[in-house]
């Protein structure tokens, strides 16, 4: 590299946050702005000026200009599968990653030297990488929507000393997708059966798990467990061992091997039963 009187400015000014070694790295993105309330409507019908638009943008959402359907937009969830399941392929050290809504979390081995544990290059590499594949494969996903706004996720990486704070990390999610799913159930159901927004946030208000499980199943005959796994549990993204066609052999007979593909499930990822039936995943 060319050495100028001006190369101080990296040396002196520059600092690289070293994430530190023997822990798993979560990196966590998020979509920025996916549910803000919208006033594209207005927009359609009327090319308002710059500064009109900035306050528009403020209280636009990704999902509402999208027209994601309520509370859970099957495509869309699928396209953020698919784009964890692109960064598993480009990224070998993520060995797990776990999605809900417009988030995913993304863990990298506990010993990983990608980009020598360079925070920076981490997130920066995780988050672009994602949002390009999220832009590329939307027509896949909704080959009859337009895709309006470039979307674009924040991100943070979070580090986990031991097996069980990355364990809990995981939980922690699960948890928190069963809390919003079962209440955004709720919500939307009474919603879609008249009420205002205000009105069902108000019958919701102070229930309990219990009590939302009877709300859908009396006025609405749904039994919260039957509804579909990647709403209830989220998604995890991971490398499981599947039989392969590698070759035919001189009778034409297929010659399998055991290889790793990165599969995506809808499972319990809290208790032990799912670990324990793929210890190559968390491995210290
Ligand atoms: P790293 O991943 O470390 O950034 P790199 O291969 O991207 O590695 P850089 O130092 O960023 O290396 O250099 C970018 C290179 O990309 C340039 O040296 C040049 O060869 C090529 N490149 C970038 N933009 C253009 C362009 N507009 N026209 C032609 N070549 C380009
Ligand atoms: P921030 O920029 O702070 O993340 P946000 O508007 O993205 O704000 P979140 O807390 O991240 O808010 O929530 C994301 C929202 O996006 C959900 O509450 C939901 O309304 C909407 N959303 C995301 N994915 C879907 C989906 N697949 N189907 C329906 N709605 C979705
Ligand atoms: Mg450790
Ligand atoms: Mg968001
Ligand atoms: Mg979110
Ligand atoms: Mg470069």
Not at 110 to 127: A, D, G, N, P
Not at 149 to 165: G, H, I, Q, S, W
Not at 230 to 249: I, P
């Amino acid at each position: 590299m060319a050495n100028s009187e001006y190369e101080y400015v990296k040396r002196e000014f520059e600092y690289d946050r070293h994430l530190p070694p023997s822990n798993w790295i979560v990196v966590r993105i998020d979509g920025c702005h996916f549910h803000r309330y919208t006033f594209y409507l207005l927009c359609s019908i009327w090319s308002p000026p710059q500064a009109v638009r900035y306050f528009i943008f403020l209280f636009h959402r990704f999902s509402k200009i999208h027209a994601f359907e309520k509370p859970n937009d099957e495509n869309a969830l699928n396209l953020m599968n698919d784009c964890a399941t692109a960064m598993l392929e480009k990224f070998p050290d993520i060995v797990f990653a776990y999605g809900v809504s417009d988030e995913y979390s993304f863990v990298f081995r506990e010993e990983t030297q990608f980009y020598h544990r360079r925070e920076s290059k981490i997130l920066s590499l995780c988050v672009s990488y994602f949002t390009s594949v999220y832009v590329m494969k939307w027509k896949d996903f909704f080959p009859n929507k337009e895709l309006k706004e470039p979307p674009y996720f924040d991100a943070r990486a979070v580090c986990y000393p031991n097996l069980k704070t990355i364990r809990d990390y995981l939980a922690w999610r699960q948890v928190d997708c069963h809390i919003n799913n079962q209440y955004n159930t709720c919500f939307w159901m009474l919603v879609k059966s008249g009420k205002s927004e205000q009105e069902a946030q108000l019958a919701l208000k102070g229930t309990f798990a219990k009590d939302k499980n009877e709300l859908l199943a009396q006025q609405f005959q749904i039994k919260y467990d039957d509804e579909p796994a990647m709403f209830r549990k989220g998604s995890s993204v991971y490398r499981e061992k599947v039989e392969t066609t590698v070759k035919t052999d001189d009778y034409g007979n297929p010659i399998k091997r055991p290889r790793l593909k990165v599969t995506v499930a809808h499972i319990d990822i809290i208790g032990p039963e799912f670990w324990e039936n793929h210890q190559h995943i968390l491995r210290e």
